[in-house]
């Protein structure tokens, strides 16, 4: 059974900090792991990683895949109260299967 | 705007209504979907659509009924209904299953069932 377990389940920032979000998983026939931020209602995309060692970045977010070690890491530097969120992790295989971590909840405090 | 709408937003049915909820995307995807997001609990892939063609059923139960006429168009037909189905329904598209999976959700449904 596929599996992508996320931790923290839960992080309280303060504004300025810099956090990190893991993302581990077990699916068989990876294509591609996909991070999401879901604030009120649908997740919005982040990024779609499909190969070990290449940094995405798109502002003050980055991340990154290790297929080795099976885990994606999502960083977000310099946080601001809009960066609170679920954020969360889908890993999917090469039939279309998508399947979502619990996700984690941020909240930054002024 | 992410180019893929639902209607209607919010929906409350009694155990024995049929309703059905829409989705509609104008992003000239292949590849559609349709997700549970019930509180607690993970997003759950209810079924999966390339090319109008069901190709992923997440043993869901028979009182959910997807429909897919076209490529830009996808249905869920609900009848008989438990409370415990009370959800958010998330349709999703993307530009096809064999060219990677970026997806792009539709704002849901708020579905409660009475």
């Known amino acids: 059974e596929d599996k992508v377990v996320q931790s923290p389940l839960s992080l309280v920032v303060h504004e300025g900090d810099t956090v990190t979000l893991n993302c581990s998983y077990e699916v068989t026939n990876f294509r591609s792991l996909l991070w999401y931020k879901q604030e009120k209602k649908a997740p919005t995309f982040l990024f779609m990683l499909t190969s070990s060692g290449i940094e995405k970045k798109s502002g003050r977010l980055s991340s990154i895949l290790d297929k080795k070690e099976l885990f994606s890491i999502l960083n977000i530097t310099a946080t601001q109260t809009g960066d609170s969120a679920i954020y969360l992790c889908?890993?999917?295989?090469?039939?279309?299967?998508?399947?979502f971590g619990d996700g984690t909840t941020l909240t930054v405090k002024p | 705007e992410t180019g893929v709408t639902q209607t209607p937003r919010h929906l409350v049915m009694g155990m024995t209504n049929k309703k059905s909820l829409k989705c509609e995307q104008h992003l000239g995807h292949n590849a559609m979907y349709w997700y549970k997001q019930s509180a607690k609990k993970p997003l759950e892939l209810m079924f999966v659509?390339?090319?109008?063609?069901?190709?992923e059923n997440n043993s869901v139960p028979s009182r959910f009924s997807p429909e897919c006429p076209n490529s830009s168009h996808l249905f869920l037909h609900l009848h008989t209904l438990q409370p415990e189905d009370s959800a958010l329904y998330l349709c999703?598209?993307?530009?096809?299953?064999?060219?990677?999976?970026?997806?792009?959700f539709g704002p849901g449904t708020r579905l409660t069932v009475l």
């Open positions: 889908a890993v999917e295989t090469n039939a279309g299967k998508s399947t």
């Open positions: 999703a598209s993307s530009p096809g299953l064999a060219r990677g999976n970026e997806q792009f």
């Open positions: 659509y390339s090319l109008e063609e069901r190709v």
